[in-house]
């Protein structure tokens, strides 16, 4: 049996093609994929390449489906389910691994990278992967689209652990693409009194303002954003700063807006070919800030972030603005290149 997908030839080259059908072996779980959200990394991927993906292969890590077929020795899921798959594969043998860190893996892959992924038909989720609890089993009442959002969502609940927003923080976030947007939300439902987005492009500021609950918009562009916040603040700065763009200045006025004590996320990476910022120690030693970085997530953080999506604590309606079949992927990178929308949803 043959299957469509999208198969990665190299940077700009996809190809829809029809190609085998994976076969399930006994400790594995083949999935129907029903949704497959854009992510960046796909974007970037398919117009710049990636080490670890070695063309032909399907990208795509953010799925939301239905179990097709789960092997005779897998315990825990059954065909038919909904469910949403955890994208990094650990070795199971390192201290991280041990501690169901996957994400940080001494020998980290991934589902969308190093294995065939989720902007195909069906997507095969390898004995490994079974192991270490990747396939998460979803309430029926769950939409599929909202569904794909689970992914990028337990990335933020990631981030936001080191964090520990909390009732009267004010939260400061960088970057207002649906990354943004979630950590708005998420810093809203961790009891956040003020939050305030930023971003340079007013298209970004208007959809933000759609899409979430943040109390304050500025357009860096515009505006001085260092001193927007501190007059937000009066003059304080911000309890928690995340950087949710792939842009060194962000980093920097993150430092320069920060209050005292205050709690910084570098989350978003830079460009390999841009990765230092000028860094200022002494507002460290001096306000004794905390800087945390933030990579992927884990399952714990999927099962949380599958809740909110669920119960619409975090309503994933707002963020998805484009649905589009699977012939139409290349105008689905493009749309998420171009900023002119939040989530892009495949749909094979």
Known sequence: MTMKAAVY?????????????PE?????????????????????????????????TVT???????IDQAG?????????????????VGCGKCKFCRASLHNLCVDFKAIGYDFPGGFA???????KAVRQGNVIVAPDSLDFDEGSLVEPLSCC??????????LGDTVVIIGAGPIGCMHAELAKSYGATKVIMIDTVDERVDLARKATGADVFV????????EAVMAETGGTGADVIIAACSAPIAQQQALQMAAKRGRISFFAGLPKDRPTIEFDSNLLHYRELSVFGAFASHATDYVRALALV????????KLITKRIPLDDIVEGFETSRSGHGLKVVVKP
Do not use: M
Not at 219 to 226: I, K, R, Y
């Open 310 to 317: 669920a119960s619409r604590k975090v309503d994933a309606r």
């Open 24 to 56: 399930c072996g006994p400790d594995e779980v083949l999935v129907k994929v029903e949704a497959c959200a854009i992510c960046g990394t796909d974007v970037r991927i398919f117009y710049k390449g990636q080490k670890n993906v070695v063309p032909p």
């Open 9 to 21: 030839l190299g940077p700009e080259n996809v190809e829809i093609q029809d190609v085998p059908k």
């Open 121 to 127: 038909e069906y997507v095969l989720v390898n004995e």
């Open 157 to 166: 609940i990631n981030g936001a652990e080191y964090l520990n927003i909390t």
């Open 72 to 88: 005779g020795n897998v315990d825990g899921c059954r065909e038919g389910q909904k469910a949403i798959l955890v994208t990094p």
């Open 60 to 66: 795509g890590h953010e799925i939301a489906g239905v």
């Open 219 to 226: 357009n860096a562009a515009q505006t001085d954003a260092v």
